[in-house]
């Protein structure tokens, strides 16, 4: 983390916000010509540091094919959900139910559990209601469940899109971590599924 | 018709009829998260099928990618509006229990309510302001 | 007329019927927080209607109205909902 402190390093780290809003500065005008990237750049930097916004080290990877399959099944699953939905909202709607339930993550880092909490709240019938920081649980809201036997479901595949964002966006350190939790969850996990 | 006109025509209806299966379920849905669900989400997906449909009839890319900004904005607004929306509704004690199969926020609150040594209260208040 | 017309007229139809349903749970609320989520479906319906009239002239004059609709709706359900939040904390 030290490393993050040094002056340069960390000026390197806004880099890529900068470079974002550049982008989207030229878009807008749809010109990519030096004088618009230039400007872009001026106003991108002037905008963020007028913004004073908290700087966060970003510790991501990127790995290009689990990004895509990431996306892939983001699409498809909003796709096949949104078709789901208007099938209860044109059927029955009084009689669809949800739940709410509490799932502990494997991954400790902050990025990422944000990543996982905005990635279920992407999603049709899925919705992050509150994320405990401390003790690493997210409280999702489901929809539709019908009845008990629907909420271990729900649960498998909150599971399922943190193990997607942790393996296309996590360090070497945070996979490692991640399945370190998961195997120590393994035991505990069947236990606790049994009280419930 | 050229191919392009007719991709236009199959998406931009097809992105119509999310938005109103959307809204239909905004108004016939019993509770806010249902409505929630119903609407925020398929609206989502009715407006990227509809600027892709826009998108094939644009001369070139270049005056494409602007609505590709306008797609990532809401991919991007989507999730942060969901929520805030769905925190805030769960603290104003909206989120009603008889739709709900099981409730595990409302267990753990209870509980480290307990642990807190404070009087045990129901966190979603029976009356919604 | 051909298909292509008639697919922008359906879309039109289908549009206008989502944003009319959208506004009645605007007007009957019950709460601030159903008026916000309809908020944001009619942001998200005006984009729409402006992407149904980018593909009818099939040039991007209004693109700058678009991305400032999509902006200034997100930026109003959030105020709304954070509003909402906090005068529900003022009241206990």
Redesign the interface.
């Known amino acids: 983390m030290s490393a993050y402190r040094a002056p340069a390093l960390r000026l390197l780290g806004r880099l890529p916000t900068v470079l974002w809003l550049t982008v989207m500065w030229a878009v807008l005008w749809g010109d990519f010509s030096p004088g618009t990237l230039v400007a872009g750049a001026m106003v991108g930097a002037g905008c963020y540091a007028a913004a004073k916004l908290p700087h966060l080290p970003v510790r991501l990877r990127f790995r290009p094919l689990r990004v895509a399959g990431l996306v892939g099944h983001i699409a498809l699953d909003l796709l096949l959900s949104s078709v789901h939905m208007a099938y209860h909202t044109l059927l029955h709607p009084a009689r669809v139910r949800g739940a709410i339930v509490a799932v502990p993550l494997r991954t400790d880092s902050d990025l990422l559990m944000a990543m996982v909490s905005a990635g279920l709240s992407l999603v049709t019938g899925s919705q992050t209601i509150e994320l405990d920081r401390e003790g690493g649980v997210i409280y999702v809201h489901g929809i539709p469940i019908h009845d008990e036997s629907d909420v271990p479901k729900l649960r498998r595949s909150v599971l399922r899109t943190e193990e997607m964002y942790v393996r296309a966006f996590g360090t070497r350190d945070d996979i490692a971590q991640f399945e370190a939790a998961e195997r120590e969850l393994a035991g505990a996990g069947a236990a606790a599924e049994e009280e419930r | 018709m050229t191919a392009t006109d007719w991709a236009t025509a199959v998406l931009m209806p097809l992105g119509a009829l999310f938005a109103l299966t959307g809204t239909i379920g905004m108004v016939r849905f019993p509770t806010l998260l249902g409505r929630m669900h119903a609407s925020t989400k398929p609206d989502t997906v009715a407006l990227v099928l509809i600027l892709a449909g826009a998108a094939f009839q644009l001369p070139d890319l270049r005056s494409a990618l602007p609505l590709a900004l306008v797609a990532v904005f809401q991919f991007m607004t989507m999730p942060v509006l969901a929520q805030t929306l769905g925190r805030v509704a769960y603290s104003r004690g909206m989120v009603v229990s008889e739709h709900l199969v099981t409730d595990e926020l409302a267990d753990d609150l209870a509980k480290r309510e307990a642990e807190e040594g404070r009087a045990a209260e129901d966190p979603r208040r029976a009356e919604a302001p | 007329m051909?298909?292509?017309d008639?697919?922008?007229a359906?879309?039109?139809a289908?549009?206008s019927?989502?944003?009319g349903?959208?506004l009645?749970?605007l007007v009957r609320g019950p709460?601030v927080?159903?008026r916000?989520?309809?908020l944001?479906?009619v942001s998200?319906?005006l984009?729409?209607f402006i992407?149904?009239e980018?593909?009818?002239r099939?040039?991007?004059a209004y693109?700058?109205v678009?991305?400032s609709i999509?902006?200034l709706g997100?930026i109003a359900?959030?105020t709304a909902?954070?509003f909402?939040?906090r005068r529900?904390h003022d009241?206990d």
Do not use: C, P
Request: proline share 0%; glycine share 6%.
């Open positions: 051909n298909v292509l008639y697919a922008m359906a879309t039109a289908m549009l019927v989502s944003a349903l959208a009645y749970r709460s927080l159903d916000t989520v309809s944001s479906t998200v319906l984009v729409s992407g149904l980018i593909a009818y099939g040039d991007t693109i700058g678009m991305v999509a902006l997100f359900t959030l909902a954070r909402a939040e529900a009241r």
